[in-house]
């Protein structure tokens, strides 16, 4: 079986993350920003595996959040190992659409 790469198994994982902060803690107005990631990748995850995240989470002073997790593939195994989040909340501003820009780059 092909092999997802573990950097898209950390996206998924913070992923699920931010939305959980999100829907759960905090105001819709609330904008996270990810300031620090932190953890060790210790089993392959198949491509098309369902993950589960498992996290921890406690509301830092002056708007800023910490996160610990871990991540089980649908087997049980151990794929990502003593994960950090650290990131800061904000109001949203009133011209925030927010929707991502993309721009080509050029040569």
Same mark, same amino acid.
């Given at each position: ?13 913070? $992923? ?19 300031? #620090? ?21 406690? *509301? ?23 994960? #950090? ?7 949203? *501003? ?8 993309? $721009? $080509?780059?050029?040569?």
């Amino acid at each position: 079986k092909p092999v997802l790469h573990g950097l898209c198994t950390l996206g998924y994982a913070l $992923r699920a993350i931010l939305l959980h902060w999100q829907q759960h803690h905090h105001d819709v107005d609330d904008t996270v920003q990810v300031k #620090f990631v932190s953890t060790k990748f210790s089993f392959p995850v198949a491509v098309g595996s369902a993950i589960q995240v498992c996290l921890w989470t406690q *509301e830092a002073s002056l708007g800023m959040l910490h996160c610990s997790f871990k991540v089980y593939d649908q087997s049980d195994n151990l794929v990502l190992d003593d994960g #950090f989040v650290q990131a800061s909340l904000s109001k949203k *501003e009133s011209s925030d659409s927010g929707h991502f820009v993309l $721009r $080509r780059m050029s040569k």
